[in-house]
Structure formats: structure tokens, C-alpha cells
């Protein structure tokens, strides 16, 4: 049976262009500190009708394949996370086979999973499940996730990006997903795409904020019961029940979440604390918090509108936050919100964050959120080497080199997307020099509306 499975390597894909939230305040006449800090943003990717899911994801597994010098003939399964998907039926997936059957390489299981942000998790289990199973070939997988995450003009729209992530799946990796997962799905109205004719979600905002925090609440309780029966824990009360008190953030080094804003990974990280108070209220790192009594005897519901407790555990975990939470929000300051991306590129900040040596043994937990409702909290444990997957990424300057536009650029990249949306016979009007050097880009979409493609020089 292969060990440890999980990532091998990792690439990062962004747009070349991003703007300012301080800016975009401005431009949109709301009150200062309105998308800085009330959201937590600070810049997002801005990309125009250029570019398409299948040209991101295109790029992002052609850049893995050559900086890490993978043979296309040595993956036997793709699996792909998108909710930007420009077809109904075929999948993203088949556009990556370009870069393998070039090679002779048609032998490749695995299509899209799609669930807003969790399609990327979905794809992760998925390949993780291969490489375990009975029917693994003896070669490795690729993840390959992302999203061009865009609103209609309001509230939604500071909370946009865009980004992709290719990961190789394979035994032995230095970052090896643990095998217990707590998963939580159920349907709600939250956030969808039900047009055809738009690229725009319907969000209801509100109800997007309780259903995240309610799914951190019970994929983390799942996950915590099932860790409980695995280690056979015993009850903290004697009844010989499994202790859900048995894990913990202590027994996390880095929490990762999916960044639909910066400000959301703070309402999480929060509630992770506020669920391990409520199983272990007389810890002394919560001895600041008032009226823990009646916090303990609050019905879940109303846990879930209440401010002060939300501020309340915000302050509690403040500290905890800068130290071990900020180090995996690189792409989402610069990005913005990359949907199934996004907690990918949380864990790829991470790496890239963190000295190999430090990061080396320790363990990170990783909360997937998908509206609609699909989530999961799952670790992965650092069991070798990350300098690899740390230098390819070169990370902090890639994101660096990313070029703040004006916001009014911004308005009409999402314009002339907004125009070509779906149609047939059409040429994208966004300049190829936009595109990174080497980065593909929508070429045409011809009069059968099939798309072509071509690499910047
Ligand atoms: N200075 C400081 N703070 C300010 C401010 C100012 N000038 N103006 C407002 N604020 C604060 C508010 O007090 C509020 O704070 P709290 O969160 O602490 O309550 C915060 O800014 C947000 O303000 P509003 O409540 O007025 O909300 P909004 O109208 O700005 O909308 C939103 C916010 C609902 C998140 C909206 O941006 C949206 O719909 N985004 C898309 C949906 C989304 O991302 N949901 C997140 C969970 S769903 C998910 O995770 C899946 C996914 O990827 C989409």
C-alpha cells in the first residue's frame, strides 16, 4: 500500500493585473475602510476577456510539468476543480489533455468536480482516493483547480480574484493528507449560478456568512468525532463515549481556510476557538471571556447571529491568528477570492511563508467551503522536505510582480467579459500583453463556439 499520499509539488497561476481595495473605496464612494477593513482586502486579480478557466488551468499545469521536469506519460489521473466552467458538458479536464496526448499519453482518468469553491477538494480526495486504491496504476495524479471569481457591481463585487493551482499527487510526499476528514453537506440557497447569460452569482450574503460559519461548526465537529473514535479516546466525563475535547487547535500548527475574504478566515479561525472553548470552557486561554455560563447554554442558532461572541472570540484568538493563521493569506491579499483555488493557495502561502525546516513535522488543518452546502476540515501532516515546492513557487515575488491598475480598467476587463459571454464567432478584445510571458490566452472562439487557444511569447 503506497504511504503517506498527498502533494508533491505545487504551482500557483494568477492574472498579471490586480487592483486596490483601498482605491476601489474610492472609486466605488463607499465609506473609507469599508473593503479593508471591514472585509479584510486588500487587492484582486483583475483579468478581461483574455482569459478563460481552460487558459488558466492550461498554464498552471504546463508551468508544474516544466519546472519540476514531470514526464506527461507519468500521470495517470487528472482531476479538475472549477465552478467557471465555459461548457455544460465538456469538461475543463479535456482541454489539459492537449499537454499529455502530445506525448502519447491518453491513459488518464478523472474529469471536473464541480461545487462552487469545493470542486477542489472534491478533486483532492478524489486523487488521494486513486492512489490508495485498488485500482492505482503506479503513477501519480494532478489536481488542477481554479476560478475567475467576479460579481455584479455592489456588495459583492470587493470580494472577487482570480487564480489557479496545479498539484501532483503522489506516496511519499512532503505534504501527506492525514486520512480522517470531517464533512459536512446539505442544501441551502446561499450562493449560485443558476444564468446562463452571466458569469455573476446570485448571493444572499447573510445567509453566505452563516452557512460558512455553520459548516466550520459541524465538518470540524465531524472531524473531531472521528478522530475521537480512531485514537479511542476516553470521555472527559467517564461515560465511556469518544471525547470530542480530544482534538484541538493545539493539535494543529497551521490553520488553512478557503479566503472568500480576508475577514471570513477571521470569523473561522475564531470559531475554531469558540468550538473548543464550548468543549473545554475552564481552559485558562479563555479565562478573559465573559459570562461563560450562559455562552455554554446558547442555542447553536443564535450562536450564529450573536456579534458579541463573534468579537468576542475575534479578540481571543487575535494573537493566535497573527502567528499561525496570517502566513496562508499571501494569495488572498493579493488575489482577492479564488474560489476553489483558494484554499490551495492558502496552503501554497503557507509554504512559501515558512522556513522547510521549520515546517518540517508539523501539522496543518485545512477547512474546504463550497456554497450550496459542501465542506470538509482535514490535515495534512509536513512529512519531508518543502524547499522544492517553495522555491518553484517563488511566491512573495510572483505576487509582487503582479501590476496594481487603475480601478476603471477593472470595471472594463469585466465589461468586455460581460459582453462575450458565451457568444460564438468572436475574438477577445483584451491585449495579449496582459497575459504573463509564457501564460496561455483565449485565441478565438469560432462560428461552432469552440475555443483556441495560444501561449504569450
Ligand atoms: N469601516 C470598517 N468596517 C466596515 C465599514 C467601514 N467603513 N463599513 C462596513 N464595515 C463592516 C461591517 O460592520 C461588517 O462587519 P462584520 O462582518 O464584522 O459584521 C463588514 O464590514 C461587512 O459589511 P456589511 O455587513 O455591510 O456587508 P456588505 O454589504 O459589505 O457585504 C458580503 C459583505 C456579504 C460578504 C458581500 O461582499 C458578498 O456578498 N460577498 C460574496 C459572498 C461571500 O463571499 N460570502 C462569504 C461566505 S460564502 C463562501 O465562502 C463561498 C465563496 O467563496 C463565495
Known amino acids: 500500500r503506497p504511504k503517506d499520499v498527498g502533494i508533491l509539488a505545487m504551482e500557483m497561476y494568477f492574472p498579471r493585473r490586480c487592483i486596490s481595495e483601498e482605491e476601489l473605496e474610492e472609486f466605488d464612494g ?27 488551468l492550461l498554464t498552471a499545469v504546463h508551468n508544474l510539468l516544466e519546472k519540476y521536469d514531470i514526464d506527461p506519460t507519468s500521470i495517470g489521473r487528472i482531476d479538475v476543480g ?6 455544460l458538458s465538456k469538461a475543463s479536464k479535456t482541454f489539459l489533455m492537449d499537454l499529455f496526448a502530445a506525448a502519447g499519453n491518453t491513459d488518464v482518468e478523472g474529469v471536473d468536480s464541480k461545487n462552487a469553491c469545493y470542486g477542489s477538494t472534491a478533486a483532492l480526495f478524489n486523487a488521494v482516493n486513486w492512489v490508495e486504491s485498488s485500482s492505482w496504476d503506479g503513477r501519480n ?28 499527487i503522489g506516496p511519499n510526499a512532503p505534504l501527506a493528507v492525514e486520512p480522517i476528514r470531517g464533512t459536512h453537506m446539505v442544501h441551502a440557497y446561499d450562493f449560485y449560478k443558476p444564468k446562463l447569460d452571466s458569469e455573476y452569482p446570485e448571493v444572499d450574503g447573510p445567509l453566505s456568512i452563516t452557512s460558512y460559519i455553520s459548516a ?11 478522530h475521537a473514535k480512531a485514537k479511542k479516546v476516553a470521555s472527559l466525563n467517564g461515560a465511556g463515549e469518544a471525547s470530542l475535547a480530544a482534538f484541538s487547535l493545539a493539535d494543529v500548527d497551521y490553520p488553512v481556510f478557503h479566503s472568500p475574504y480576508g475577514k471570513m478566515v477571521q470569523k473561522a479561525h475564531a470559531r475554531l476557538v469558540y468550538n473548543d472553548f464550548l468543549a473545554n470552557p475552564a481552559h485558562p ?37 497573527d502567528t499561525r493563521v496570517e502566513a496562508s493569506m499571501k494569495c488572498a491579499r493579493r488575489c482577492g477570492n479564488m474560489y476553489t483555488a483558494s484554499l490551495y493557495g492558502g496552503l501554497s502561502s503557507l509554504v512559501a511563508s515558512v522556513e522547510p525546516a521549520e515546517l518540517l513535522g508539523k501539522r496543518i488543518s485545512m477547512f474546504a467551503y463550497g456554497s450550496g452546502i459542501a465542506s470538509s ?20 515575488n510572483r505576487l509582487a510582480a503582479i501590476k496594481v491598475v487603475p480601478c476603471q480598467e477593472y470595471v472594463d476587463s469585466l465589461k468586455l467579459r460581460e459582453e462575450h459571454h458565451l457568444l460564438k464567432s468572436w475574438t477577445p478584445a483584451g491585449s495579449v500583453d496582459n497575459i504573463w510571458p509564457g501564460a496561455y490566452y483565449l485565441e478565438e472562439v469560432d462560428g461552432k463556439y469552440r475555443r483556441k487557444y495560444a501561449r504569450a511569447p
Open 377 to 396: 476540515f482535514f490535515t495534512i501532516k509536513v512529512k519531508g522536505d518543502t524547499s522544492a515546492i517553495r522555491a518553484n513557487l517563488d511566491l512573495v
Open 285 to 321: 486561554k479563555y479565562a478573559a471571556v465573559a459570562n461563560p455560563a450562559a455562552l455554554l447554554a446558547q442555542p447553536h442558532k443564535e450562536s450564529l447571529l450573536d456579534k458579541t461572541l463573534e468579537k468576542t472570540f475575534m479578540a481571543v484568538a487575535k494573537t493566535d491568528f
Open 82 to 87: 472549477t465552478e467557471t466552467a465555459v461548457d
Open 141 to 168: 495524479a494532478l489536481v488542477v483547480c481554479g476560478d475567475i471569481a467576479i460579481y455584479a457591481e455592489g456588495s459583492g463585487r470587493p470580494s472577487g480574484g482570480a487564480g489557479a493551482c496545479a498539484m501532483l
Open 30 to 56: 463607499v465609506s473609507k475602510g469599508k473593503y479593508t477593513i471591514g472585509l479584510g482586502q486588500k487587492y484582486m486579480a483583475c483579468c478581461d476577456d483574455r482569459e478563460d478557466i481552460n487558459s488558466f
Open 216 to 226: 466550520v461548526d459541524a465538518s470540524y465537529a465531524a472531524f473531531r468525532k472521528k
